[in-house]
């Protein structure tokens, strides 16, 4: 390719994946052509899930918000913008596959079947990890991570156990299994994260490495992380990789089926770098004002994914009582976990001890007493 202003360079080719334009247009980039075929698939009832399932979640996104403002949470980290990257992702997720989220995938759990007053529990300090993960009403999904990039050496970990067990590369897709693993960009930087890649290249392990590029890591832009798009970085250990935009729910579900069926199927992992923005703060504790604009914060509200989505199903003829439906649905499951979150009541002294061994222990036994006299030791004993 001629170099920039040399009079007869050619349009450099988008490699970002996109299908849906701002204004809800089918525009798909040069990069998009290979899953065009899987969009077609869909059907209304596919596409409509797609803007239910952010709309539903970014209502109680926003309840949950006000709970923490008004002291019932200890803390929240808000997802508005990112819905669209996190249900695209989720819905081509298989029944079989493990989920192991950070932080603020609230729309993957609830897709998976995880209560969200569940993951309410765990930011109002009821519960030591929110939901158990063994439990099939969960969809295989673990436990938030909030120390940053270690869930990627868990989900590495249990892809290289899948791999061992022989439950991945069979060649049936109704049996393969998959992790998907989902991080920001600040926690790309972090050493666990490319450990973790270290490990699953060298073990081809089914999995795939799901950034969410947000912008933000609370407050250090993504441009000073790193120079180059960071699904450059996979690369770097022998992954595949690609880049989406990640406010296209219709891009962000083609590329992850096409990486999942790809890790399934026995051909190693793969990594996502999904492009999107982080609308809100980065938990309740955090001023964005601090450190960006309100005229960046617009521009990236147009681009907001329901909105977008939106425009789509309009242009394909999706019926005002629909849209109602959604908008019901949302308000009903707000209120609903409003109710819930006041009626939780605090954990009992013994559940510190309860699941930190799976069977009976002496030692937790020990530390029960000793809690137990402590506490009496006070004038106003326990």
Same mark, same amino acid.
């Given at each position: $390719?001629?170099?920039?202003?040399?009079?007869?360079?050619?349009?450099?080719?988008?490699?970002?994946?996109?299908?849906?334009?701002?204004?809800?247009?089918?525009?798909?980039?040069?990069?998009?052509?290979? =899953?065009?075929?899987?969009?077609?698939?869909? !059907?209304?009832?596919?596409?409509?899930?797609?803007?239910?399932?952010? @709309?539903?979640?970014?209502?109680?996104?926003?309840?949950?918000?006000?709970?923490?403002?008004?002291?019932?949470?200890?803390?929240?980290?808000?997802?508005?913008?990112?819905?669209?990257?996190?249900?695209?992702?989720?819905?081509?997720?298989?029944?079989?596959?493990?989920? *192991?989220?950070? +932080?603020?995938?609230?729309? #993957?759990? %609830?897709?998976?079947?995880?209560?969200?007053?569940?993951?309410?529990?765990?930011?109002?300090?009821?519960?030591?990890?929110?939901?158990?993960?063994?439990?099939?009403?969960?969809?295989?999904?673990?436990?938030?991570?909030?120390?940053?990039?270690?869930?990627?050496?868990?989900?590495?970990? +249990?892809? $290289?156990?899948? /791999? *061992?067990?022989?439950?991945?590369?069979?060649?049936?897709?109704?049996?393969?299994?998959?992790?998907?693993?989902?991080?920001?960009?600040?926690?790309?930087?972090?050493?666990?994260?490319?450990?973790?890649?270290?490990?699953?290249?060298?073990?081809?392990?089914?999995?795939?490495?799901?950034?969410?590029?947000?912008?933000?890591?609370?407050?250090?832009?993504?441009? %000073?992380? !790193?120079?180059?798009?960071? &699904?450059?970085?996979?690369?770097? =250990?022998?992954?595949?990789?690609?880049?989406?935009?990640?406010?296209?729910?219709?891009?962000?579900?083609? #590329? !992850?089926?096409?990486?999942?069926?790809? &890790?399934?199927?026995?051909?190693?992992?793969?990594?996502?770098?999904?492009? @999107? +923005?982080? $609308?809100?703060?980065?938990?309740?504790?955090?001023?964005?004002?601090? =450190?960006?604009?309100?005229? /960046?914060?617009?521009?990236?509200?147009?681009?907001?994914?329901? @909105?977008?989505?939106?425009?789509?199903?309009? &242009?394909?003829?999706?019926?005002?009582? *629909? *849209?109602?439906?959604?908008?019901?649905?949302?308000?009903?499951?707000?209120?609903?976990?409003?109710?819930?979150?006041?009626?939780?009541?605090?954990? @009992?002294?013994?559940?510190?001890?309860?699941?930190?061994?799976?069977?009976?222990?002496?030692? $937790?036994?020990?530390?029960?007493?000793?809690?137990?006299?402590? /506490?009496?030791?006070?004038?106003?004993?326990?």
């Amino acid at each position: $390719m001629t170099s920039p202003g040399a009079g007869s360079a050619e349009p450099e080719i988008d490699p970002t994946v996109r299908i849906l334009g701002a204004d809800g247009t089918i525009a798909p980039s040069a990069s998009a052509d290979r =899953y065009l075929p899987l969009i077609d698939a869909l !059907s209304d009832a596919d596409l409509e899930q797609f803007y239910r399932d952010m @709309t539903v979640i970014r209502a109680f996104d926003r309840q949950a918000t006000l709970l923490q403002r008004q002291g019932q949470l200890a803390l929240w980290p808000p997802s508005q913008g990112q819905e669209a990257a996190q249900v695209g992702s989720a819905r081509a997720a298989r029944a079989q596959d493990h989920i *192991f989220p950070s +932080y603020r995938e609230h729309v #993957v759990c %609830t897709i998976r079947g995880v209560d969200p007053v569940d993951i309410i529990k765990l930011m109002r300090g009821v519960s030591h990890g929110g939901w158990d993960p063994t439990d099939p009403k969960n969809g295989n999904t673990h436990i938030y991570t909030l120390v940053l990039g270690s869930q990627t050496l868990h989900a590495t970990g +249990y892809a $290289m156990g899948i /791999e *061992f067990d022989g439950r991945s590369g069979s060649g049936d897709p109704e049996k393969d299994e998959a992790v998907i693993v989902y991080y920001g960009d600040g926690a790309s930087s972090q050493g666990d994260v490319h450990e973790a890649m270290v490990f699953a290249v060298s073990y081809q392990t089914p999995q795939v490495f799901f950034l969410q590029n947000n912008h933000w890591a609370i407050s250090v832009p993504v441009a %000073t992380q !790193s120079r180059v798009p960071l &699904a450059n970085r996979a690369g770097g =250990y022998g992954m595949p990789s690609v880049r989406v935009d990640g406010n296209d729910v219709l891009a962000s579900y083609a #590329v !992850s089926k096409v990486a999942l069926d790809e &890790a399934r199927a026995g051909g190693g992992p793969q990594a996502i770098e999904a492009v @999107t +923005y982080r $609308m809100g703060a980065h938990t309740t504790s955090d001023d964005p004002t601090k =450190y960006r604009t309100s005229d /960046e914060e617009q521009s990236w509200i147009a681009r907001d994914p329901i @909105t977008r989505m939106r425009a789509f199903l309009e &242009a394909r003829g999706a019926s005002e009582a *629909f *849209f109602a439906d959604v908008d019901a649905e949302a308000a009903a499951l707000a209120a609903d976990a409003r109710t819930r979150t006041l009626q939780l009541e605090a954990p @009992t002294r013994d559940s510190i001890f309860t699941h930190v061994y799976s069977e009976p222990h002496p030692l $937790m036994d020990e530390q029960r007493k000793w809690l137990a006299d402590y /506490e009496a030791s006070f004038e106003e004993g326990a």
